[in-house]
């Protein structure tokens, strides 16, 4: 998956919490963009992460936490097991 393919993905999720304030929609985008931009989502995740509906996950998003549960959150929706 391309830089841009990703970025696109987060552009659309990011657009969904838009509604609520241009600062806390970056604030609350930072545990996902930080998830995939450090290396830790596979491809095979962000295949199923922008398979899905983009207002979803960021209700998933919005709905807060720290980022191991805002993460953990995501991969229960996407029905996601990591893979060891």
Do not use: Q
């Amino acid at each position: 998956m391309s830089d841009t393919g990703i970025e696109t993905g987060l552009w659309h999720i990011h657009r969904c919490l838009l509604k609520y304030g241009v600062d806390e929609a970056n604030r609350e985008m930072e545990p996902l963009e930080w998830y995939v931009w450090t290396g830790r989502a596979s491809a095979t995740f962000l295949k199923e992460l922008f398979a899905a509906k983009p207002f979803m996950i960021a209700r998933k998003l919005h709905a807060g936490g720290s980022t191991d549960e805002i993460i953990r959150r995501i991969k229960k929706y996407l029905n996601w097991e990591d893979e060891y």
